[in-house]
């Protein structure tokens, strides 16, 4: 694991990308947030850290949103850690797993695969974390414009501290709204 793996969690290390994600796409604020989370494995190496969280995030207008962060698959699975998504509302559910990246969608109307997130020609990586990057330094250098704002940012980590706080109350419900400080 990674030295520093005791002064995070798979919710602020992983979970903090996907969240982020949801709430630019759908531009909705988030409503309730209510997580569990696992110290066992980690525990034991002396890493005092979870090893497995799973959130659910509803947002405005009722959409569920449902995230696990996992830090401790077995050796012989294809990540070392992991983050699955899924976003269920009244029309339809998309899905992803960053262990298979293949994205899922389904509507009343039909089942789709809308992309496959990443994959590699040759030695060539193409795909989410190479978008993510290069998008990233096309704003740095000035060539695209700011596409999620400090503000965004701000939801993501009242997400992220409301995660930790529902944890910490065993699995309570915490509504963004009325909590304080989050």
């Known amino acids: 694991m990674l030295k520093w793996a005791a002064r995070s969690s798979p919710s602020w290390f992983?979970?903090?990308?996907?969240?982020?994600?949801?709430?630019?796409i759908f531009n909705k604020k988030p409503v309730r947030v209510r997580a569990t989370?696992?110290?066992?494995?980690?525990?034991?190496?002396?890493?005092?850290t979870y090893d497995v969280i799973k959130a659910e995030v509803?947002?405005?207008?009722?959409?569920?949103?449902?995230f696990e962060g996992n830090w401790i698959y077995p050796d012989t699975y294809?990540?070392?850690?992991?983050?699955?998504?899924?976003?269920?509302?009244?029309?339809g559910t998309i899905a992803t797993n960053?262990?298979?990246?293949i994205m899922?969608?389904?509507?009343?109307?039909?089942?789709?695969?809308?992309?496959?997130?990443?994959?590699e020609i040759g030695n060539y990586r193409?795909?989410?974390?190479?978008?993510?990057l290069e998008g990233f330094a096309r704003t740095v250098l000035g060539n695209s414009p700011v596409l999620a704002t400090a503000e965004?940012?701000?939801?993501?980590?009242r997400v992220l501290c409301a995660i930790d706080s529902s944890m910490k109350a065993g699995g309570k419900e915490i509504l963004l709204d009325q909590a304080a400080g989050v």
Not at 58 to 66: P, T
Not at 98 to 101: I, V, Y
Not at 104 to 119: D, M, N, R, V
């Open 98 to 101: 960053t262990a298979d990246p």
């Open 58 to 66: 509803i947002l405005e207008g009722g959409a569920v949103c449902s």
């Open 37 to 48: 989370g696992i110290k066992k494995k980690l525990v034991s190496m002396g890493i005092d």
């Open 152 to 157: 965004d940012g701000f939801e993501a980590m």
């Open 104 to 119: 899922q969608k389904a509507t009343a109307k039909e089942y789709s695969i809308p992309g496959i997130l990443e994959y």
């Open 78 to 91: 294809p990540i070392m850690a992991g983050v699955t998504m899924s976003v269920t509302g009244t029309e």
């Open 14 to 24: 992983l979970l903090s990308h996907s969240i982020d994600a949801i709430l630019w």
């Open 126 to 132: 193409v795909g989410l974390r190479r978008n993510m």
